[in-house]
């Protein structure tokens, strides 16, 4: 049995900084690429970041790019979201999620397994 559980999250004001990570069991954790996406109130299911199986490739999506960091330690099985200088645009809850492919993707359809989210709220 698969499962993603995600920490890490919480209230901060704007400004403040956050480490999020989700640890992985049931699976070959470095055979996925690993992504976070977020979801805030009443708004689709968005990309975040991903990062590739082994070599660290990793992507990001243009409104948390500079400020959002990416990184895994597949001994470890987990993989975390850095995220600097948070903004209230930042509230959502945010999901890691595993896709069995060599590529970086930023579509939700290609991620087959999911964690159940932590909650990230940035105050003004």
């Known amino acids: 049995q698969v499962q993603l559980v995600e920490s890490g999250g919480g209230l901060v004001q704007a400004g403040d900084s956050l480490r999020l990570s989700c640890a992985a069991s049931g699976l070959t954790f470095s055979n996925y690429a690993m992504g976070w996406f977020r979801q805030a109130p009443g708004k689709e299911r968005e990309f975040v970041a991903a990062?590739?199986?082994?070599?660290?490739?990793?992507r990001y999506s243009d409104s948390v790019r500079g400020r959002f960091t990416i990184s895994r330690e597949n001994a470890k099985s987990t993989v975390y979201l850095q995220m600097n200088s948070l903004n209230p645009e930042d509230t959502a809850v945010y999901y890691c999620?595993?896709?069995?492919?060599?590529?970086?993707?930023?579509?939700?359809?290609?991620?087959?397994?999911w964690g159940q989210g932590t909650q990230v709220t940035v105050s003004s």
């Open positions: 999620a595993a896709d069995r492919s060599s590529y970086v993707r930023s579509t939700v359809y290609y991620y087959e397994y």
């Open positions: 990062i590739s199986r082994s070599d660290g490739a990793a």
